[in-house]
């Protein structure tokens, strides 16, 4: 697959270390509800940081920031922070609203 707009990618990793790379959260949740969850055994989940994109963080550390404003290529519209202050900055500029992982992908790893 070939990654649209750096600042929404996820990476989904599994147990047996084989990684999945999707273009937004949106989309690594539709495969995740698509796949048999006991053959996925998701060992870790990584976002890039919409402020700094490339730069991966794990879902237990962010902030997200999810508003029809973000414009993700596959349409979650969901950005991810390293830090509330980046979040705080760009929801003045885009709007939107501040969501819990919890909300946005199922099942948490």
Known sequence: ????DERFTTQLVTEKGKHFIFDDIHCMNAFVQETDN???EIAAVYLSDFANPGQYIKPDS???LKGDNLRSPMGGNTGTFSNKNSMLETQAILGGES????TLFYPSP
């Open 99 to 102: 969501v819990a992982f919890e």
């Open 62 to 64: 962010a902030f997200f």
């Open 38 to 40: 006991s053959s996925l």
């Open 1 to 4: 697959m070939t990654i649209i």
